[in-house]
């Protein structure tokens, strides 16, 4: 869920770039700006989180912001700031029916409760290399609750831009959100856990 600031930055060193960077006396940090081809979701099984009625489904977020800035020298120091919207999330699956659009108003409403807690949010403390790219550790909050997570990601840096992609996932109740249940006799039930993906696009800033 953000959701929420999480996983992006570490993406920035993934890169081949760095030795070649530091011989070429590049600055000691370059920022990155999310950009509005980045995407955010949430996806669940038919037991997940908002999963109404017993349906599976995913949950994007229609807006997204944040920054990476990348150390070249030093990737250890680099960090990642994302926020997102919690009224930005949208149900998607099954296809747009009025009743879908009762478990997005629901899920702003009831689970989430966006009018005292606007944002979904990340930070970063810090970023591990990995086999496979890199692991950031950092603290996401949620519903008002601010958690400490992980998450594992992949990245290519160009010229101009960046791309990370990954994915972490997390308890309803460690954010004080209650697994839902409903249905007759309450025979639909949420499940506690639930699944956070995303893939984002930076796109490089002028001067420090």
């Not at 950009?35 to 009625?53: D, H, I, N, P, R």
């Not at 020298?73 to 699956?93: G, K």
């Not at 296809?95 to 009831?110: G, S, W």
Request: glycine letters at 10%; one cysteine or more.
């Amino acid at each position: 869920m953000n959701v929420v600031r999480c996983a992006l930055l570490a993406g920035a060193t993934w890169l081949g770039p760095t030795a070649a960077w530091a011989q070429a006396g590049e600055p000691d940090s370059v920022v990155y700006v999310l950009s509005a081809a980045s995407q955010f979701e949430v996806k669940t099984g038919k037991a997940g989180l908002f999963g109404f009625a017993g349906h599976a489904h995913v949950i994007r977020a229609r807006g997204v912001t944040g920054r990476i800035v990348y150390h070249p020298n030093a990737p250890a120091e680099s960090r990642v700031e994302i926020v997102v919207p919690a009224d930005s999330l949208e149900v998607l699956t099954p296809p747009d029916t009025a009743e879908i659009r009762k478990v997005t108003k629901a899920m702003r409403t009831e689970v989430l409760h966006v009018d005292e807690h606007p944002v979904i949010s990340f930070a970063s403390d810090s970023v591990t290399r990995t086999a496979d790219g890199f692991q950031i550790q950092g603290r996401l909050t949620l519903a008002g609750q601010t958690r400490d997570v992980s998450c594992d990601i992949r990245a290519e840096v160009g010229a101009d831009t960046l791309r990370a992609t990954g994915g972490f996932s997390v308890k309803q109740t460690d954010y004080g959100i209650r697994p839902f249940r409903g249905g007759p006799a309450g025979t639909v039930r949420v499940a506690d856990r639930v699944t956070f993906s995303f893939d984002v696009v930076g796109v490089r800033t002028p001067g420090p």
